[in-house]
C-alpha cells in the first residue's frame, strides 16, 4: 500500500495504481480531466497529456519534486507522494497550454458535429483552455470517410487518442483500422477505406472523446440536448444489452452505452442494439438517465430529484408504524419537502 | 382595520340648497371635460404616424443570409436552449451536393419555427447564435386571427436575397467590441479563481 496526497487530500492505495486512479478514488474537483486514457481499455492513456500534474514530493525515500510535469495516467503512486493538480497555478497554465495543441488542427464546426454536448474536449476547452486561439496557420484538413454505412470518420476533429484503435484491438477479434503515417499528417483510418464490419465496431464511436466518429443513423437528427435519455435493457445474445436510449418524443433517435461520471462506457454494445433496435417496443425501459444538471444536457429536462418508488415504500413503512398508533397520512404525505 | 389613510367618513345629512341646484358640481364636471379637449392627444394615428423606438430595440426576428446570400443558420440549437420561453423549435438536415450556395456549412436548418405567442423578446436567441444568423429587428410581429398563424416558419423569418434586412445597428463597433471582450464572458476566469481558492481555503 502507498500513502499518496493528492492537493492536501490523503488516501492510500494498493502499490501500482496510477496517481489518475488515486484521484479518482478520492473523486470530486481534484480528478485531472483526461482526454486518451480509458480505464477499460488497456495500454490507454500517455498520448494526450491533459492529465499532466505537479509531482511535489517524489516519495517518502526520495523526497525531490520530479522537474516537470507528468503524465497522471501512466504514473504510479509511491509512497509519501504528493501531488498537485489544481492547487497549482503553473499546472494549470501548462495544462491550457496542452489543451491550447490540441486545438490546434480541432477545427470549430461545434454547431454542426453532433457529438456537441457531450464532447470531452468542449468541455476540457471551457474548463481548462483559453477563451481564443492564438493559431493564425491553416489547419490540417481531411475528407470525410465513411467507414461503413454506420460510422462516419470527420478526420478533422480528432485528436489522435488512440481509443478508437484500442478497442478495436481489444474488444474485436481484428482491426481494420488504425494510425496512419507519423507526425503532422498522422490520421485515423481504414486500409484502402476498408470497412469496419464485426458486432462491436460501434463502441469506436461511445469512446470517441470528441466528434471524429459518429453514429451515421443519428447524424444530424437532433441535438444531444433536446433528446431525452433514459436507460433500457433487453435480452441480446451477443451484448448485456444494457444501454441508453435517447427519445425525442415518442421516437428513439439514438442508442449508446451506458456512460460513468467520467464519460466511461459501463458496458460495451453490439452494434445489433445499437444501429438496428430503434423501436420503443425492443426495449424495457428501466427509467430516466440520471444527467449532471451542469451539463447542457439536462436543459429542459425535468428529472425528479428523488426515487419516487424508494420514497413510498418508506411511506408505507411508516404508515405501517403508525398503524398502532391510529394515525392517517394526509395528502401531503408523498411530498418530499414535508419529509 | 385601517388600511390607507385616504379613507373618509360617510355622513349623511340634508344636502343644501347649493348642492340640490346641482349646477355648480355640473359646471364643475364639465371643466374637467373640456380640459381635456385642451390637452395634447395621448394616442398617435398609427401606422401612419409611428413613434420613435430606440435603436435596440427587439421586434421581430430575422434569419439571415451571408454576402453571398447563403443561409447562415447551421441548426445548433443554441438559440432553443438559450430560449427561457422555448419559443424556437427546428428541424436539422444535411447539405446535398450542389446546395453550397443555398446553405452555408454543410447542416442546415430544414424547418425553424418561432412560436411569437410564446416569444417574449428577450433577445437570449441572438446572443447565443455563433453564426451571426438570427437577429431581433425593428419590425412589429402584426396581429392575426388564428394562433396557428403566430408559428412562423422559414417563410417568413428568412431575409428574401432581393430584399435584405438591415441589421447594422445591432452590429456596431461597441456591439463587436462587447462580444469580444473577454472580462464580459461571465467573467470565466475571475469566476474560476474564485473557485479555485475556495477550494484551496477549504
Redesign the interface.
Known amino acids: 500500500m502507498a500513502k499518496v496526497t493528492i492537493d492536501g487530500k490523503t488516501i492510500e492505495v494498493p502499490d501500482g495504481t496510477t496517481i489518475l486512479n488515486a484521484a479518482r478514488m478520492i473523486g470530486g474537483e481534484i480528478v485531472p480531466p483526461a482526454m486518451c486514457y480509458y480505464s477499460k481499455l488497456k495500454t490507454s492513456g500517455g498520448y494526450c497529456r491533459t492529465c499532466i500534474v505537479k509531482v511535489t514530493k517524489g516519495s517518502e525515500k526520495d523526497p525531490r519534486p520530479m522537474p516537470k510535469p507528468v503524465a497522471s495516467c501512466r504514473t504510479t503512486v509511491m509512497d509519501g507522494m504528493e501531488v498537485q493538480n489544481i492547487t497549482s497555478p503553473d499546472l494549470l497554465e501548462a495544462r491550457a497550454g496542452v489543451v491550447e495543441f490540441l486545438l490546434v488542427n480541432h477545427p470549430l464546426d461545434c454547431p454542426v458535429c453532433d457529438q456537441a454536448g457531450e464532447c470531452h474536449l468542449q468541455d476540457l476547452g471551457y474548463e481548462n483552455g483559453k477563451v481564443k486561439t492564438r493559431y493564425e496557420f491553416k489547419r490540417r484538413t481531411f475528407e470525410m470517410i465513411d467507414i461503413g454505412d454506420k460510422i462516419k470518420l470527420h478526420m478533422n476533429r480528432c485528436i489522435l487518442c488512440y481509443r478508437c484503435v484500442k478497442v478495436s484491438d481489444q474488444l474485436t477479434p481484428y482491426r481494420v483500422h488504425g494510425v496512419l503515417n507519423r507526425g503532422e499528417q498522422a490520421e485515423i483510418s481504414t486500409y484502402i477505406k476498408n470497412v469496419i464490419d464485426n458486432e462491436f465496431s460501434g463502441n469506436v464511436i461511445d469512446v470517441c472523446p470528441v466528434g471524429a466518429l459518429t453514429d451515421k443513423t443519428f447524424r444530424f437528427k437532433s441535438r444531444v440536448w433536446f433528446t431525452k435519455p433514459v436507460d433500457a435493457h433487453r435480452d441480446c445474445p451477443t451484448c448485456s444489452g444494457k444501454v441508453r436510449i435517447w427519445f425525442k418524443g415518442a421516437d428513439v433517435l439514438r442508442v449508446t452505452a451506458r456512460k460513468d461520471e467520467y464519460g466511461e462506457v459501463v458496458e460495451w454494445i453490439c452494434n445489433n442494439c445499437r444501429f438496428d433496435k430503434k423501436q420503443v417496443s425492443d426495449w424495457t425501459i428501466e427509467g430516466p438517465a440520471h444527467i449532471s444538471k451542469h451539463s447542457v444536457i439536462s436543459a429542459n429536462h425535468y428529472e425528479t430529484p428523488f426515487a419516487l418508488s424508494a420514497l413510498k415504500a418508506d411511506v408505507k413503512k411508516q404508515q405501517k408504524k403508525l398503524e398502532g398508533k391510529k394515525v392517517e397520512l394526509g395528502e401531503g404525505a408523498l411530498n418530499p419537502n414535508n419529509k | 382595520m385601517q388600511l390607507t389613510n385616504r379613507s373618509k367618513v360617510v355622513v349623511k345629512k340634508e344636502m343644501t340648497l347649493m348642492e340640490r341646484l346641482y349646477l355648480p358640481a355640473i359646471l364643475a364636471g364639465m371643466w374637467i371635460t373640456i380640459k381635456h379637449f385642451l390637452r395634447k392627444k395621448a394616442t398617435i394615428n398609427y401606422p401612419e404616424v409611428k413613434r420613435p423606438i430606440a435603436q435596440v430595440y427587439r421586434g421581430m426576428h430575422v434569419l439571415k443570409r451571408d454576402e453571398k446570400g447563403a443561409e447562415r443558420c447551421?441548426?445548433?440549437?443554441?438559440c432553443?436552449?438559450a430560449c427561457p420561453a422555448?419559443a424556437i423549435t427546428m428541424i436539422?438536415?444535411?447539405r446535398k451536393a450542389g446546395e453550397e450556395n443555398l446553405y452555408r456549412?454543410?447542416?442546415y436548418a430544414a424547418t425553424y419555427e418561432i412560436n411569437m405567442l410564446r416569444c417574449i423578446f428577450c433577445g437570449d436567441c441572438e446572443e447565443a447564435c455563433?453564426?451571426e444568423a438570427i437577429f431581433l429587428t425593428d419590425r412589429i410581429v402584426p396581429s392575426e386571427f388564428l394562433r396557428n398563424d403566430f408559428v412562423y416558419g422559414k417563410d417568413k423569418l428568412v431575409e428574401s436575397v432581393s430584399q435584405r434586412v438591415d441589421v447594422s445597428v445591432r452590429q456596431t463597433k461597441e456591439v463587436a467590441n462587447f462580444k469580444k471582450d473577454?472580462k464580459q464572458?461571465h467573467n470565466?476566469?475571475d469566476l474560476k479563481q474564485f473557485f479555485?481558492n475556495a477550494?484551496?481555503k477549504h
Do not use: S
Not at chain 2, 447551421?74 to 443554441?78: D, H, N, Q, V
Open positions: 447551421t441548426a445548433c440549437g443554441l432553443a436552449v422555448e436539422a438536415e444535411e456549412e454543410e447542416k455563433p453564426k473577454n464572458q470565466i476566469n479555485k477550494l484551496i
